[in-house]
């Protein structure tokens, strides 16, 4: 790390080095989803749950085409999976996607170094010998804050959502998906509400958004700093009061940034499928899953936005909607892949505003 700790381990998966911003993620299940969620973009995660591979990977659980973390850490790693859906070994598939892997990792230490000091640069390395010329590395290394990683996960081109099956075949909604890092799962739900979703890539301008007629607007998750956004922050502005927009994670930072609002970086983050919020209009708690590193500012938001939701471990900004314009948002991760469903009600309440609209 940044700061000069070592943790000397065992690789696995690819080999050689690779830099990124240290953070753990508190989630028992669904190693393969945190491994394909664009959010993670340029981390090196650590699991704090101590097994992980027990059942393996397969084609169904991606939340992306490949993986996005820059490295991942476990206390140990499972080398005989077991699971009917399991196809391969995690190993395998950290080796064939040239992920670097490091094992036998006092995991509980890692995590509480961050928590302690906060989520840092780091570097995991399977050839280097020299520590000291490792260090310096790691500091010379880019930090997250400051950092636009949009353009790294967004879509190439405009593609439509073709889901499996949906269970809504009437009524159907026109949604376009503006792509910071999108998840499947946010898709597969939209679709099962009965939405037809385009997906465009992150920096689309505001009039050939509009210009595609949509029904709303969805505002992805995604990795990053959103300050450094800008070009999605001025687009977002231009399509306030357009559609009804529903933003999440990302989505979320950069529609506050849009409002007025500012954003300011966590310091070790909020990640993991068990974090609490408190919906403030029935004061009923909601377990989630978040993964994000900055938040918008709760002093800083304007009088005619109002606050939905905040974090009950630290009390910070989990959602918001504006008094008088079709727009609201969360800062977690409503499709919960992987994690709880109690947050599913959201996508609902998307659709109640594209109808009232």
């Not at 799962?185 to 301008?205: D, F, H, K, W, Y």
């Not at 974090?275 to 009923?284: C, I, K």
């Amino acid at each position: 790390m940044e700061d000069g700790t070592v943790f000397p381990g065992f690789g696995f998966g690819a080999h050689g080095e690779t830099f990124g911003e240290s953070v753990f993620n508190t989630s028992m299940t669904g190693y393969q989803e945190i491994l394909t969620d664009p959010s993670y973009c340029r981390q090196i995660v650590t699991m704090t749950y101590p097994l992980i591979g027990n059942y393996g990977v397969n084609s169904e659980d991606i939340e992306s085409g490949c993986p996005w973390v820059a490295g991942f850490v476990v206390k140990e790693l499972n080398r005989l999976p077991s699971n009917w859906r399991c196809k391969d070994r995690l190993e395998n598939y950290l080796k064939k996607n040239r992920i670097i892997g490091i094992e036998g990792i006092d995991t509980r230490a890692v995590t509480r170094h961050i928590r302690t000091h906060g989520a840092m640069r780091a570097c995991i390395s399977t050839n280097e010998t020299n520590l000291s010329r490792l260090v310096e590395k790691v500091r010379m290394s880019p930090e997250m804050a400051g950092a636009d990683l949009t353009g790294e996960v967004t879509c190439k081109k405009p593609y439509v959502w073709k889901a499996k099956s949906s269970k809504s075949s009437k009524n159907r909604f026109k949604v376009v998906c503006l792509d910071y890092g999108v998840k499947f799962n946010i898709l597969r739900q939209l679709s099962e509400c009965g939405c037809s979703i385009t997906v465009v890539p992150a920096s689309t301008s505001a009039e050939d958004v509009l210009g595609m007629k949509p029904d709303g607007i969805f505002l992805s998750n995604g990795p990053g700093d959103p300050s450094a956004a800008e070009y999605a922050v001025k687009n977002i502005r231009k399509m306030l009061g357009k559609k009804p927009i529903f933003g999440i994670c990302l989505g979320h930072q950069l529609l506050g940034l849009a409002f007025g609002a500012r954003t300011y970086k966590l310091k070790f983050g909020h990640r993991g499928a068990n974090q609490p919020v408190m919906n403030l209009s029935n004061r009923r708690v909601e377990i989630t899953a978040q993964n994000h590193g900055f938040c918008v500012n709760v002093k800083t938001l304007p009088r005619d936005v109002i606050i939905t939701h905040i974090n009950l471990d630290d009390r910070t900004l989990e959602g918001m909607r504006h008094k008088f314009l079709p727009v609201f948002s969360v800062q977690y991760h409503p499709e919960a892949s992987p994690g709880p469903h109690d947050s599913h009600y959201l996508f609902n309440e998307f659709i109640k505003m594209m109808k009232n609209a």
